[in-house]
């Protein structure tokens, strides 16, 4: 399983430092936001997830903000690794619905 | 715990033959979806089962496409007859329960169709 590499945005991030990765969504009726990680020749990977009602959402090394007002989701990633460069796609759930909707995805580059 | 289990891993075909793709969820859960992702496209849900009954299938690309859940452990997606323009990674994804949204992905097929 093998990510949608060559044409998707690329953030490159120096080894320990932190990492930005924005996601536009579209269903202002959204209430359910995740981000999943897909790492080369792997399935997407659940990170963090975040509720309509909540603007901020943190884990281990992982921050979810949410700005419901723009529809702009960020995912904030610590001290970042070289194990961290992979594709990163936000999802969004409509109330009431089971469906996943994905973003395109951004690829993370650590560079050591 | 095994996760979700996908075969076969790759799939080289020629056009107009049958391509079966098969999947194993995890133990206990009891929603599956399958996914298509593309380049152009993304990730795109095909069809949703809840206790092993299909609920959506409104993301299946046309009547070529067929799936099919005959017990909690296994399902299978058909494409008869497969087209170049099928080329794609198919994944499969299970849950704990219909709504659930944390899915669990399986490692996907690679699917070439010549």
């Known amino acids: 399983g093998e990510s949608v590499g060559l044409h998707l945005p690329t953030l490159s991030v120096q080894e320990g430092d932190n990492s930005i990765i924005n996601c536009a969504y579209s269903n202002s009726a959204s209430d359910y936001f995740i981000w999943y990680k897909q790492e080369s020749g792997k399935g997407p990977q659940f990170i963090i997830d975040i509720r309509s009602n909540m603007d901020k959402r943190q884990g281990q090394r992982v921050t979810v903000l949410l700005n419901k007002t723009v529809k702009h989701l960020s995912l904030q990633i610590a001290a970042t690794q070289p194990g961290d460069s992979a594709v990163y796609f936000c999802a969004e759930v409509g109330a009431g619905s089971y469906q996943l909707t994905f973003g395109k995805g951004t690829k993370l580059s650590v560079i050591p | 715990d095994a996760g979700v289990i996908q075969s076969p891993r790759h799939e080289v075909t020629e056009m107009g033959q049958e391509v079966t793709l098969r999947c194993k969820p995890i133990?206990?859960?009891?929603?599956l979806f399958w996914y298509r992702q593309t380049m152009m496209r993304g990730l795109e849900l095909l069809i949703y089962f809840n206790n092993n009954v299909p609920i959506d299938d409104s993301g299946m690309p046309e009547d070529r496409f067929s799936a099919k859940m005959p017990n909690a452990s296994f399902s299978t997606l058909k494409i008869q007859p497969s087209e170049p323009r099928d080329s794609a990674v198919y994944f499969c994804a299970s849950s704990r329960a219909g709504g659930s949204y944390e899915q669990y992905f399986g490692p996907g097929t690679r699917l070439t169709v010549t």
């Open positions: 133990s206990g859960h009891n929603s």
